[in-house]
Nanobody, 125 residues
Framework: QVQLVESGGGLVHPGGSLRLSCAAS????????IGWFRQAPGEEREGISC????????YYDNSVKGRFTISRDNGKNTAYLQMNRLEPKDTAVYYC??????????????????WGQGTQVTVSS
């Protein structure tokens, strides 16, 4: 079973950028779709982006479309989330997970997802 570890979060000023990584171990990531999710304090976890196993199809929630880019490098067993033009509302803990359901701007986690610790992103001046 694949295990995922998120990294790359931090404190950034509004308008800044970060690149998150989702590193897999225990199994190849190549056969899995990957989703990125985030949870702000006091809020429900929400799906923000998804990429299919080949990397040819990507999906974004409207809140991040045009600012965030999801990608993957199956050779490195890692997926990424490039986040540009960050805003204070992007402050959250970010998680990655395998096998989400992705349709248009709808990104739903697999009910069997075992969540990791995530990586904190704080956007503040």
């Amino acid at each position: 079973q694949v295990q995922l570890v998120e990294s790359g979060g931090g404190l950034v000023h509004p308008g800044g950028s970060l690149r998150l990584s989702c590193a897999a171990s225990g199994s190849s990531l190549a056969s899995y779709a990957i989703g990125w999710f985030r949870q702000a304090p006091g809020e429900e976890r929400e799906g923000i982006s998804c990429i299919n196993s080949s990397g040819r199809s990507t999906y974004y929630d409207n809140s991040v479309k045009g600012r965030f880019t999801i990608s993957r490098d199956n050779g490195k067993n890692t997926a990424y989330l490039q986040m540009n033009r960050l805003e204070p509302k992007d402050t959250a803990v970010y998680y990655c997970a395998t096998e989400p359901t992705c349709f248009g701007s709808i990104i739903i986690p697999n009910p069997r997802t075992s969540w990791g610790q995530g990586t904190q992103v704080t956007v503040s001046s």
